[in-house]
């Protein structure tokens, strides 16, 4: 054949500039098709094996993993008889018998593709030497005397096969310049792959952009020094800040003097350092982070709280390439979650305070002196009953006066009782049996670690109280100090457990009692005048016994009762002589102190009729003892050892003072003693105080006076 090498060379310099592998297999089809003699150009190039069950050369095919695909094909087709174009061969068909050619199958094309050797055949009068003839009809019928088969090798790899049927002979000179038109070929085809990939790719990256600008979320990427190099439209909108700040270069953010990145800018000032050492610990290390912080938006001028992740992309070495991450507003969950957190503390505080305020009920019902009815008749208590019906339902703070054990606790709990409150609980504070450095935390509580063996947290008298009454018994007691922290509570409605900085609103009915003359104490510096004049909105002064004799017979009567039912012991009635000595004593302990002699006497009398012999009848101090020798001296003998005297000595001083243990009036005063101290001999004495028991009136027949 006359092969037109200027021809082959200018489709080799057309295929340099075509950026598509379909144009490039046309190109060279077409250039050897317009060659003189050429019947017919294809191109098969390798690809899997994707039509083996119709393949009509799935039979001769060794590994249907892969196979040559016909890709492009042209030629000059011609009539046998007529030198005409066959109009029954379209030579620019792919689809035909040869679509799939086995790769080292029996066809000279899969061999050739196999073992990317090239093959030149030439048409001979003997039969038996064109094995390489598949279909010897066409042969004839086209006129082809030569067949030439190249290799397309790219780098190595064979990447299809070039083959050309020709009507002339093809010479080794020609066959040689087949040979570097393949070469030019298959460089093409490599080079269109690559142009489609990356136009692929770019086309996919760029999908990928513009899903990433119009995500709604921010979107962005770091490059592997920590350098942002794309953030989505946004982060920018909800930021407020522009692209080129957010991208601006190291070397100009660093001459600020800091190194937080202007992509972070909008951090929190609380949030910034740690975000920062997080954030180039991770550069360093090359790896992703996450966290939690809150960003301010522009958009309405507050902070949300943002979960920021970022995971690192490699190269195929290994070597991290940038960073590629997102930040989420997660502003509505953060405030769900505290809400929830909230929700949770105040539940655990209403469970802390229903299980104190339970156990304070329960030991309140245990205890002997919750008794509803109070005993009674004589114009000093009837007095003082209808105070307390009058100030019970308002909300005022109240001051109980009254000496000791005349029944300043009964009092409040009358007020209580009768007031609005008496759905939730009265709970009472003795101020004067507990130690000053606790004062604060019975009254307030304490959170867990407040102070050296605060091992857990407390729930304060006042916050049990909330809704409710507190009862503060022994006021005058509170150290100065406490005073004004009480006074604080009184006022704005509101404290702070000790160790706290947690603010807590209470709705508290406050009544205090006291034995001292506050006034007084008011005077001296001893107790604050604001915090007197906070607590005596409503003074009830509760009469001693001594004031209100009429009411003994009838209170004696019902103390027996009472101590028949507990002693078991059986009591019909109590002796006029008994009685009218009852009457006649001046009962410095009050209603406590008769008590007490009933209940002694119910113990210890033989007789169902109680009368009291002289060992337990209640003398008056002027008539028995002249002095306080004397009555040392008639409780003990010489035969009372060291320790005996001193807790008959301290028994003494306790009844005198009430009990009251602390303060300028208190036994420790007395005896020259701390609190503490007279607390820690009391116990090792074996000193408590006695038990008073005021209860329910009887609901068995009532004892009677006798002759």
């Known amino acids: 054949m006359a092969m037109n090498v200027a021809s082959l060379q200018k489709v080799a310099l057309a295929l340099t500039e075509s950026q598509t592998t379909e144009s490039v297999l046309s190109l060279i089809v077409r250039g050897l098709a317009e060659q003189s003699d050429v019947a017919l150009a294809r191109v098969w190039l390798k690809g899997p094996g994707d039509r083996c069950p119709a393949c009509p050369m799935r039979r001769g095919c060794p590994d249907r993993r892969e196979c040559l695909h016909l890709l492009a094909s042209s030629g000059n087709p011609i009539d046998w008889e007529a030198g005409e174009a066959d109009t029954f061969d379209d030579y620019s068909r792919i689809d035909g018998h040869y679509s799939r050619v086995p790769i080292d199958g029996e066809l000279k094309i899969g061999k050739v593709g196999g073992a990317g050797l090239p093959v030149l055949m030439h048409r001979n009068g003997d039969e038996e030497k064109n094995e390489w003839i598949d279909r010897s009809e066409w042969v004839e019928r086209q006129r082809v005397s030569s067949f030439a088969a190249q290799p397309l090798i790219f780098e190595g790899e064979v990447l299809g096969v070039l083959g050309l049927f020709s009507r002339a002979l093809i010479s080794e000179e020609e066959f040689s310049w087949l040979r570097t038109f393949a070469d030019s070929a298959a460089v093409a085809i490599a080079n269109a792959r690559i142009a489609e990939e990356k136009k692929k790719a770019t086309d996919e990256l760029r999908l990928q952009i513009e899903v990433l600008q119009n995500l709604p979320v921010t979107a962005w990427t770091v490059t592997a020094d920590g350098q942002l190099d794309f953030v989505n439209h946004f982060y920018l909108e909800i930021m407020g800040q522009s692209l080129e700040a957010c991208t601006a270069p190291m070397d100009v953010w660093n001459k600020s003097g800091s190194d937080l990145p ?28 996450t966290f939690e ?33 997102s930040c989420a507003d997660i502003d509505d969950l953060k405030q769900a979650e505290e809400r929830s957190r909230k929700a949770y503390e105040e539940i655990a505080a209403l469970k802390a305070r229903l299980e104190e305020e339970n ?85 307030f509580g304490h959170v867990k670690g407040a102070f050296t063996g605060a091992s857990q947290a407390r729930v304060g008298r006042f916050e049990l109280a909330d809704g409710g009454t507190l009862f503060l018994d022994e006021v005058g007691e509170l150290p100065l100090a406490t005073q004004v922290k009480l006074l604080r509570v009184l006022q704005e409605k509101e404290f702070e457990p000790v160790g706290s900085n947690r603010t807590i609103k209470i709705d508290v009915r406050v009544i205090a009692a006291t034995n001292r003359d506050l006034e007084k104490a008011v005077r001296s510096g001893q107790f604050r005048s604001d915090l007197y004049y906070r607590l005596n909105v409503i003074p009830l002064r509760v009469p001693p016994l001594r004031d209100r004799r009429s009411d003994i017979p009838e209170m004696v009567l019902h103390f ?48 169902p009729v109680l009368k009291l012999g002289p060992d337990l009848l209640p003398v008056d101090d002027a008539e028995a003892v002249p002095d306080a020798r004397q009555a040392f001296e008639s409780r003990t003998d010489a035969s009372a050892s060291l320790e005996e005297v001193e807790k008959l000595h301290i028994l003494r001083v306790l009844e005198r003072t009430g009990w009251i243990i602390s303060g300028p009036g208190g036994a420790g005063a007395i005896l020259k003693l701390h609190p503490n101290t007279l607390r820690s001999r009391m116990k090792k004495l074996g000193i408590s105080r006695p038990a008073h028991v005021i209860s329910s009136p009887p609901q068995q027949q009532a004892l009677h006076v006798t002759k």
Request: glycine residues 8%; aromatic residues 6%; charged residues 25%.
């Open 560 to 607: 027996a009762t009472q101590a028949s039912r507990r002693t078991g012991k059986e009591t019909q009635g109590v002796s006029q002589e008994t009685m009218r000595t009852l009457v006649d004593y001046s009962w410095p302990g009050n209603v406590r102190e008769l008590q007490n002699v009933i209940e002694r006497g119910v113990i210890l009398s033989k007789r």
């Open 293 to 325: 912080a809150p960003f301010m938006h522009t958009a309405d001028g507050r902070y949300h709280w943002h979960l920021d992740r970022a995971v690192a992309l490699r190269d195929k070495q290994g070597r991290v390439v940038r960073f590629v991450g």
């Open 262 to 289: 202007p992509f972070l800018a909008n951090l929190h000032p609380d949030h910034k350092e740690r975000i920062r050492e997080m954030f180039w610990a991770s550069i360093r290390a090359g790896k992703g982070w």
């Open 359 to 443: 156990s304070y009920l329960l030991e309140e019902i245990h205890k002997e002196n919750n008794f509803k009815d109070i005993i009674g008749s004589s114009p000093a208590l009837l007095k003082l009953l209808d105070n307390v019906e009058a100030a019970a339902p308002t909300n005022a703070n109240v001051l109980i006066f009254g000496e000791t054990g005349s029944g300043k606790e009964l009092i409040a709990r009358a007020v209580h009782s009768h007031s609005a409150r008496k759905g939730r609980a009265l709970v009472k504070v003795n101020c004067g049996a507990i130690p000053a450095d606790l004062v604060e935390s019975e009254l």
